[in-house]
């Protein structure tokens, strides 16, 4: 009798301090709403100024879930089609990328996509319109006369196009009427699938989108027929996107029923187990799996399923550490806010969500963490593995590093200009295997007058290092010694170009292939000089 009334006083307790912490997490919601009406109103009566209510509760609501997370936003009605291109990689319009150097000039065509409503219209790389419907593009800037080409998938859209090329019926320089009937524009996820050698077969993949998974199965088909005795799974840079299709990426290759993923929320019930439901096409194939600092969420969950599952060799470096899962909730005036509802685990119980998603490295990477901080979990076959923020590979093998020169000419768009000027000087070029840039003087004294900031990362922080001296006070005293070490640190801007070629030209070479042979090429010529790619292959395969 005594112990049930122990149990029906605790009980009683219990229920008391859940239900006093409800009403004050109510109390706490109420106050604020309250205060926040109280304020907007007080605000609109008496504030000097006109109010802009619209603008400054939409900073107020974005500064409010930036609070919480990355990843969580909130999606006005009019914002609606970026989010859903976003989602999808889809969008309605002719498919290319334009170049608009001149606000007051016209838009040229940088890149239409293989296979594309421009594509098939007759649109190259050169080519120059000058009005879209009958409106000039001068004036327009490029995000203007973009949203003016995109449009309902079926409507057309009619261009005034100055031609780099002669043609069927017009010559070079020509100005022609151009119909394109606008599609739905669906970017590849896969952006690459071939042999790298008589062993290897290779797989880009760039964005975890519907139907992904068919797509990587396809693609193993693919190679399977050309002969592949492993498989090379490049998921480097590669955001994330649908945790579905990472499930159906994993299921290709371990057995029916396998775990692939938990996720875990705050709500009752929240948990969700997800494993492979289909039968697996190949459980044998020796697989490599390439990630770095940009690979994330479902490039995680696939890399760290395989892992956990001794399925597969992580190769690269520790991957972005993006452990959350969002969720669409729909809002008032068809707005949507995409929030973070749960986070995710990997097979062995690991979280791959960084300790502290706030404070990362200049690249997005995790930065080093102290195994103290982290907890060890164990794999299908017992390797230990860790918590605490990414996926670590299984051999680390780091990314080629580049100069503070090359990325500012790549950034500001001087390797993009430069091959469009190519382009219009030649007509023709051997085979993407066959082609070699040879013409980098050309390409010197083009960049050397434009504006970009050339200086070294060494003579940058030296500029850095006296402006502190001078807040200091110090400059005047060091005048001899500063006077020396920037005259050694001083190089001129064709000096360094020339300095940098080796690390440029495969960045020119891409660019240029790409406007002749569309993307595929650019990236077949990307991987002659991907060392990272090369030294993974050097990698044996981790077998237990």
Not at 174 to 186: F, G, K, M, S, Y
Not at 202 to 218: A, C, N, P, S, W
Not at 366 to 382: A, N, P, Q
Not at 447 to 473: N, W
């Given at each position: 009798m005594k112990i049930t009334r122990y149990f029906l006083a605790a009980l009683a307790a219990l229920t008391v301090s859940v239900t006093a912490s409800a009403q004050s997490k109510s109390f706490t919601l109420g106050k604020w709403v309250e205060l926040h009406n109280a304020i907007l109103k007080e605000l609109n009566r008496s504030y000097v100024d006109s109010l802009e209510v619209g603008r400054i509760e939409r900073e107020g609501v974005d500064a409010m879930l930036e609070a919480l997370d990355p990843y969580t936003v909130y999606v006005p009605e009019e914002e609606q089609e970026d989010f859903q291109m976003m989602l999808s990689n889809t969008y309605g319009g002719i498919g290319a990328v334009i170049y608009k150097p001149d606000v007051n000039g016209n838009v040229q065509i940088n890149e239409p996509y293989a296979g594309s409503p421009a594509a098939k219209a007759g649109l190259r790389c050169g080519d120059e319109i000058e009005a879209i419907d009958g409106e000039t593009t001068h004036g327009l800037t490029s995000q203007q006369s973009s949203d003016k080409m995109r449009g309902k998938p079926g409507t057309t859209v009619v261009f005034r196009v100055k031609k780099l090329r002669g043609g069927p019926t017009w010559k070079a320089g020509d100005v022609i009427e151009v119909p394109v009937t606008r599609e739905r524009i669906a970017l590849p996820s896969i952006e690459y699938v071939d042999m790298l050698n008589d062993r290897d077969g290779y797989v880009l993949m760039t964005k975890f989108t519907e139907g992904v998974g068919q797509?990587?199965?396809?693609?193993?088909?693919?190679?399977?027929?050309?002969?592949?005795?492993?498989?090379?799974?490049?998921?480097?840079?590669?955001?994330?996107?649908?945790?579905?299709?990472?499930?159906?990426?994993?299921?290709?290759?371990?057995?029916?029923?396998?775990?692939?993923?938990?996720?875990?929320?705050?709500?009752?019930?929240?948990?969700?187990?997800?494993?492979?439901?289909?039968?697996?096409?190949?459980?044998?194939?020796?697989?490599?799996?390439?990630?770095?600092?940009?690979?994330?969420?479902?490039?995680?969950?696939?890399?760290?399923?395989?892992?956990?599952?001794?399925?597969?060799?992580?190769?690269?470096?520790?991957?972005?550490?993006?452990?959350?899962?969002?969720?669409?909730?729909?809002?008032?005036?068809?707005?949507?806010?995409?929030?973070?509802?749960?986070?995710?685990?990997?097979?062995?119980?690991?979280?791959?969500?960084?300790?502290?998603?706030?404070?990362?490295?200049?690249?997005?990477?995790?930065?080093?963490?102290?195994?103290?901080?982290?907890?060890?979990?164990?794999?299908?076959?017992?390797?230990?593995?860790?918590?605490?923020g990414g996926i670590t590979p299984d051999f680390e093998v780091?990314?080629?590093?580049?100069?503070?020169?090359?990325?500012?000419?790549?950034?500001?768009?001087?390797?993009?200009?430069?091959?469009?000027?190519?382009?219009?000087?030649?007509?023709?070029?051997?085979?993407?295997?066959?082609?070699?840039?040879?013409?980098?003087?050309?390409?010197?004294?083009?960049?050397?007058?434009?504006?970009?900031?050339?200086?070294?990362?060494?003579?940058?922080?030296?500029?850095?290092?006296?402006?502190?001296?001078?807040?200091?006070?110090?400059?005047?005293?060091?005048?001899?010694e500063l006077a020396a070490l920037e005259k050694s640190l001083d190089m001129d801007k064709e000096t360094f170009l020339r300095l940098k070629k080796d690390e440029i030209v495969p960045f020119i070479e891409e660019e240029i292939a790409v406007r002749y042979w569309f993307q595929e090429a650019g990236i077949k010529v990307r991987l002659r000089t991907d060392d990272q790619l090369k030294e993974a292959l050097t990698k044996p395969a981790i077998s237990w």
């Amino acid at each position: 009798m005594k112990i049930t009334r122990y149990f029906l006083a605790a009980l009683a307790a219990l229920t008391v301090s859940v239900t006093a912490s409800a009403q004050s997490k109510s109390f706490t919601l109420g106050k604020w709403v309250e205060l926040h009406n109280a304020i907007l109103k007080e605000l609109n009566r008496s504030y000097v100024d006109s109010l802009e209510v619209g603008r400054i509760e939409r900073e107020g609501v974005d500064a409010m879930l930036e609070a919480l997370d990355p990843y969580t936003v909130y999606v006005p009605e009019e914002e609606q089609e970026d989010f859903q291109m976003m989602l999808s990689n889809t969008y309605g319009g002719i498919g290319a990328v334009i170049y608009k150097p001149d606000v007051n000039g016209n838009v040229q065509i940088n890149e239409p996509y293989a296979g594309s409503p421009a594509a098939k219209a007759g649109l190259r790389c050169g080519d120059e319109i000058e009005a879209i419907d009958g409106e000039t593009t001068h004036g327009l800037t490029s995000q203007q006369s973009s949203d003016k080409m995109r449009g309902k998938p079926g409507t057309t859209v009619v261009f005034r196009v100055k031609k780099l090329r002669g043609g069927p019926t017009w010559k070079a320089g020509d100005v022609i009427e151009v119909p394109v009937t606008r599609e739905r524009i669906a970017l590849p996820s896969i952006e690459y699938v071939d042999m790298l050698n008589d062993r290897d077969g290779y797989v880009l993949m760039t964005k975890f989108t519907e139907g992904v998974g068919q797509g990587i199965r396809d693609a193993y088909n693919t190679l399977k027929k050309k002969g592949m005795k492993r498989l090379v799974l490049d998921l480097r840079s590669n955001g994330g996107g649908l945790m579905n299709e990472a499930v159906n990426i994993v299921s290709l290759f371990v057995p029916k029923g396998s775990v692939v993923v938990t996720s875990k929320g705050r709500l009752a019930g929240a948990e969700q187990v997800y494993k492979t439901t289909t039968d697996p096409i190949d459980l044998e194939i020796p697989i490599v799996v390439l990630v770095d600092s940009g690979s994330a969420s479902a490039s995680e969950i696939v890399s760290g399923a395989l892992q956990d599952l001794d399925r597969a060799t992580i190769i690269g470096t520790r991957t972005y550490g993006k452990g959350l899962v969002q969720s669409i909730r729909p809002l008032p005036y068809d707005g949507q806010l995409k929030v973070t509802t749960a986070k995710y685990y990997t097979p062995s119980g690991r979280c791959v969500q960084a300790i502290d998603y706030s404070h990362r490295n200049e690249d997005g990477s995790v930065g080093h963490i102290s195994d103290s901080l982290t907890h060890e979990f164990k794999t299908l076959h017992g390797r230990t593995v860790r918590d605490g923020g990414g996926i670590t590979p299984d051999f680390e093998v780091k990314g080629r590093k580049y100069s503070r020169l090359t990325y500012s000419i790549v950034l500001n768009g001087i390797v993009d200009q430069y091959s469009m000027k190519y382009v219009r000087e030649h007509e023709a070029l051997p085979s993407v295997e066959d082609f070699h840039f040879d013409a980098y003087d050309d390409f010197v004294a083009f960049a050397k007058d434009k504006e970009f900031d050339y200086r070294s990362s060494a003579r940058a922080l030296f500029d850095e290092m006296k402006k502190v001296l001078a807040e200091d006070g110090l400059s005047e005293t060091m005048t001899g010694e500063l006077a020396a070490l920037e005259k050694s640190l001083d190089m001129d801007k064709e000096t360094f170009l020339r300095l940098k070629k080796d690390e440029i030209v495969p960045f020119i070479e891409e660019e240029i292939a790409v406007r002749y042979w569309f993307q595929e090429a650019g990236i077949k010529v990307r991987l002659r000089t991907d060392d990272q790619l090369k030294e993974a292959l050097t990698k044996p395969a981790i077998s237990w």
